[in-house]
C-alpha cells in the first residue's frame, strides 16, 4: 500500500512572466515534504511512500491530474493521500487555525469514509504534536481533485493564505511567511505520514 504526498511546484502572480517567487504558494508545501522525507528517511514502514512535486496546478491541476491517470492505470494501491498547498502564511490572527481538509462528497462518495477517518487522524495528532489550532473543511481546488476522482482518500493541509494580499502576487515572498506556522505544520505532516504508513 502506499501513501502518496504532494505538492505543486509552479507558482503564479499578476504578472508572471516578470516575477512569481511563490513563496509560500507553493513552496512551504514543498519545503514541508521535502524536510518531511528527510526526518522520516531513515524509518521503516508497512506502507510505501511516495512523494511528488505536481507541476501545472496553477493552470488547471494538470500534473496531478495526469499522475493520477498513471496510479489509475498502473492500479497503484494508494491508501491515501495527502495535499500540501500552503503552509506558512502569516495570518492577522495569530490564532488562526490550520485547514485539515478532507474529503465529504465530490466525484466518488466510496472514498469519504476513509477520508474522513484519516481527516480525524490528523486532527488529533495536531492536538498532540503541535501548538496550532485546526478546523475542518472539504477539499476544494487542488492536486488531491483528480486522485478523489479516482477512487483515493484524499485528505490535505492548507493555511488559509489564498484569503491573504500576497497571494498570487509578486508579495509572495520568505520575508512574509510565518516560518514557526511552518515548523507547526511540517511537524504534523510528519506525524501523518509516519502515522500512516504505519512503522514496521
Excluded: K
Excluded at 507553493?26 to 519545503?31: K, R
Excluded at 515534504?33 to 512535486?53: D, N
Excluded at 486522485?147 to 494580499?165: H, K, N, Q, R
Aim: with cysteine; aromatic share 6%; charged share 15%.
Amino acid at each position: 500500500e502506499v501513501i502518496l504526498v504532494g505538492g505543486h511546484l509552479d507558482t503564479t502572480s499578476e504578472n508572471p512572466a516578470v516575477s512569481a517567487p511563490g513563496a509560500n504558494d507553493n513552496g512551504s508545501g514543498i519545503a514541508a515534504m521535502l524536510e518531511a522525507l528527510r526526518i522520516l528517511s531513515g524509518q521503516a514502514f508497512t506502507r510505501q511512500i511516495v512523494a511528488v512535486g505536481f507541476t501545472g496546478e496553477e493552470q488547471g491541476l494538470i500534473g496531478s491530474a495526469r499522475c493520477a491517470a498513471v496510479a489509475t492505470q498502473q492500479r497503484w494501491p494508494v491508501e491515501l493521500m495527502v495535499n500540501l498547498d500552503m503552509l506558512g502564511y502569516r495570518p492577522p490572527n495569530p490564532a488562526a487555525p490550520l485547514f485539515i481538509e478532507y474529503d465529504q462528497g465530490n466525484a466518488t462518495p466510496a472514498n469519504n469514509a476513509a477520508a474522513e477517518a484519516y481527516g480525524q487522524m490528523a486532527v488529533a495528532l495536531a492536538g498532540q504534536h503541535t501548538s496550532l489550532a485546526t478546523a475542518q473543511t472539504d477539499i476544494w481546488d487542488s492536486d488531491y481533485m483528480p486522485f478523489e476522482a479516482a477512487g483515493f482518500p484524499c485528505i490535505g493541509l492548507y493555511d488559509g493564505g489564498a484569503s491573504g494580499p500576497p497571494y498570487h502576487t509578486s508579495g509572495d515572498v520568505p520575508e512574509l511567511m510565518d516560518v514557526g506556522r511552518l515548523e507547526q505544520a511540517t511537524r504534523l505532516l510528519v506525524a501523518i505520514m509516519a502515522t500512516a504508513a504505519e512503522l514496521a
